[in-house]
């Protein structure tokens, strides 16, 4: 399980999504899509798609929201022979080393990126799931969409185009609000997790007594601690349920204030997902 919600150093959006599950995705207008793209599924839960950086094509690339900003593997920028300096991204209270360096060009289906600055690093060292894959597709990228929609039955993508905001600058995560026994907490939509993440200490500000069931689990997310418990009372939309989720402390970070933990979209066990980044809202079923 890779370490969640890495985001770049710097200013940058917000965007407050709705969940409006159980609505139809809408159907894909064929003169606004220019292609249909099948992806494969990794881990049951990471959307990997073939791309292309500048002039080498057949790249695998992860798509996703948790990271605002877009990844190439080490290997990659070296056979593009790219000039880098060094940098670093902030990974809840640690600074992950990075260099970054401009692409002339990327492209994902209709989606294309020019002169587009890039963060550069060995990605299995990143994470076990990007060890055979080419680089990670970010909110810097994917938000030059108006919608994507995901089918994880035929295990199609297919892209919607044009600018999602009205912003100069592309957003840093997408927030969805949940509940949490009645306290209600903001999570990043991260299509690259496979679970829901609270930050313990943010709950324990809101509740007087957090209430589980089962035997709590310790266990290692990359470099974090974490605890795997079963949380009733958790209302993503409608009636409460039990949700297994993984607890760790909060990050000291200025980077990520405001938020809660992360939800990944594999915990909404959707057929289909719909991402409306115009209306700011994220409709399944």
């Not at 943010?202 to 089962?214: F, I, M, S």
Request: glycine share 10%.
């Amino acid at each position: 399980m890779r370490n969640p919600l890495v985001f770049a150093s710097g200013a940058a959006l917000v965007f407050g999504f709705f969940l409006v599950p159980g609505a139809d995705p809408q159907a894909v207008p064929p003169s606004r899509v220019a292609t249909k793209m099948p992806f494969e599924l990794v881990s049951n839960f990471l959307v990997v798609v073939k791309g292309q950086a500048w002039n080498v094509e057949g790249l695998r690339f992860i798509l996703d929201t948790g990271s605002s900003n877009t990844w190439v593997d080490q290997k990659v920028a070296d056979r593009l022979q790219l000039p880098r300096t060094p940098g670093k991204v902030m990974n809840f209270d640690r600074e992950i080393p990075v260099e970054w360096a401009e692409i002339p060009m990327l492209q994902v289906g209709p989606i294309r990126a020019e002169g587009l600055r890039v963060a550069v690093k060995k990605l299995g060292e990143y994470s076990e799931f990007a060890a055979g894959v080419d680089g990670i597709i970010g909110l810097d990228v994917l938000s030059k969409t108006k919608k994507i929609f995901i089918n994880y039955e035929r295990q199609e993508i297919s892209f919607e185009l044009g600018e999602a905001s009205n912003g100069s600058m592309p957003p840093r995560c997408f927030i969805v609000q949940l509940a949490v026994q009645g306290l209600p907490v903001r999570l990043a939509l991260d299509t690259g997790f496979q679970g829901i993440l609270l930050y313990r200490d943010h709950l324990r500000k809101g509740l007087r007594e957090l209430r589980t069931e089962g035997a709590e689990v310790n266990m290692t997310m990359g470099r974090l601690q974490a605890t795997r418990v079963k949380l009733p009372g958790v209302r993503i939309f409608g009636s409460e349920s039990v949700q297994t989720v993984f607890l760790i402390e909060g990050p000291s970070s200025k980077e990520m204030s405001g938020l809660d933990g992360c939800l990944g979209l594999a915990s909404l066990h959707a057929r289909l997902i719909e991402f409306d980044f115009a209306a700011k809202e994220l409709r399944w079923q």
